[in-house]
């Protein structure tokens, strides 16, 4: 700092907020949903969560390497135990549009066994505190990789993934964290 100038605290850029806290009600956020007949449907984040037991989990982007490869395939894969563990519903949010969320569930045959939220403003990942500014890949603000269990609306647990890959957020991880 030059002498004589005043420090105003951290830039708004670099003051984050921490992620949602266990015990805590999942924000209600409006997004849209392209159903598998083509139509769009508008929904809110809470309502999805509401009377079930839930698994939701963050990708930063469809289609990248990790997560098309690895992250949502692991959970299209195991789909069944996870509802034979007591899920209702498996989530796979991003910040993306609608349309590249249907388009990626229909590549990954992901209907039937994980729905999609697309959070195209990244809304629900900023009120979750899960943001991550990638504009150093062009990626702008994404949602970090994570998982949550969720019961009736309230998280129950919440995993951030720390490496490159999916160690702690994949569904074998997620499985194994379920009573």
Avoid at 26 to 53: E, M, Q, T
Avoid at 86 to 110: E, K, N, P
Avoid at 137 to 166: P, Q, Y
Wanted: overall charge positive.
């Amino acid at each position: 700092m030059r002498p004589g100038r005043l420090s105003r605290g951290p830039s708004k850029a670099t003051v984050r907020a921490m992620p949602i806290a266990i015990g805590q009600k999942i924000p209600s956020v409006k997004f849209k949903r392209v159903l598998a007949d083509g139509s769009v449907a508008d929904l809110d984040s809470a309502a999805v969560f509401a009377g079930k037991k839930a698994v939701l989990f963050g990708v930063p982007g469809p289609f990248t390497p990790t997560c098309h490869k690895h992250h949502l395939p692991s959970y299209v894969a195991r789909a069944r135990e996870l509802a034979a563990k007591g899920i209702d519903t498996v989530v796979c949010m991003s910040v993306a549009d609608h349309w590249v969320m249907r388009a990626w569930a229909d590549d990954q045959d992901a209907e039937g066994k994980v729905d999609m939220l697309a959070d195209g403003n990244a809304e629900l990942t900023r009120q979750l505190g899960l943001e991550v500014d990638l504009a150093v890949a062009n990626m702008g603000t994404r949602c970090k990789r994570f998982v949550a269990t969720l019961e009736d609306g309230k998280i129950t647990s919440l995993e951030v993934e720390t490496s490159k890959g999916i160690e702690v957020t994949g569904a074998d991880a997620c499985l194994l964290r379920l009573k």
